[in-house]
């Protein structure tokens, strides 16, 4: 009898060298994170902001052009944005109705549109109806639309465009 062995040294070698390249670039990933280079934290920037930190209890949906995004709490300036589109800017008005259940001493809801460069912020944490916003200062076309959650809880919120 003869003992064939089994040469899968190829194989074995291109496996070690798959998991040192994963390990690379996970260690790279959570590095850039952690420092924040080339990850967009600008709430006002006309770019996908890229939030580090976390927000619990998430409901988010965007279907029929209206935005709902229900959460409980997130961490300190926790970014949430929907991408909406303007068809008519002169005509046409930004609808969010937002309630906060908890809003512990200083803390606040910033809703933000960004298009190019203009980024116009309204503080929505105490709105008592809904707010009505005209969108002349804007273009027709993608607008940001984001929610900067700075301390605020079980929160219920309804955004769209739509004309009057």
Same mark, same amino acid.
Request: hydrophobic content about 45%; glycine content about 6%; proline content about 2%.
């Given at each position: ?18 998991? +040192?390249?994963?390990?690379?670039? %996970?260690?790279?990933?959570?590095? /850039?994170?952690? *420092?924040?280079?080339?990850?967009? !934290?600008? @709430? ?42 303007? +068809?008519?800017?002169?005509?046409? %008005?930004?609808?969010?109705?937002? /309630?906060?259940? *908890?809003?512990?001493?200083?803390? !606040?809801? @910033? ?54």
């Amino acid at each position: 009898m003869v003992k064939q062995g089994t040469h899968h040294l190829k194989l074995i070698a291109a496996g070690i060298v798959s998991m +040192v390249l994963m390990l690379v670039c %996970l260690t790279s990933f959570i590095v /850039s994170a952690a *420092t924040g280079n080339g990850i967009n !934290t600008n @709430v006002a920037s006309n770019q996908r902001v890229w939030n580090l930190g976390t927000i619990s209890m998430n409901y988010n949906s965007y279907l029929d052009d209206i935005w709902k995004l229900d959460f409980r709490s997130a961490s300190e300036g926790f970014v949430k944005e929907q991408d909406m589109t303007i +068809v008519d800017a002169d005509a046409q %008005l930004l609808y969010a109705d937002i /309630s906060c259940g *908890t809003i512990p001493d200083g803390a !606040t809801l @910033v809703l933000w549109l960004v298009q190019g460069d203009i980024a116009k912020s309204i503080d929505v944490t105490n709105l008592s109806e809904p707010l009505e916003y005209p969108l002349n200062e804007f273009e027709n076309g993608k607008v940001y639309v984001r929610l900067q959650i700075n301390g605020v809880e079980n929160t219920v919120s309804k955004i769209y465009i739509q004309y009057p």
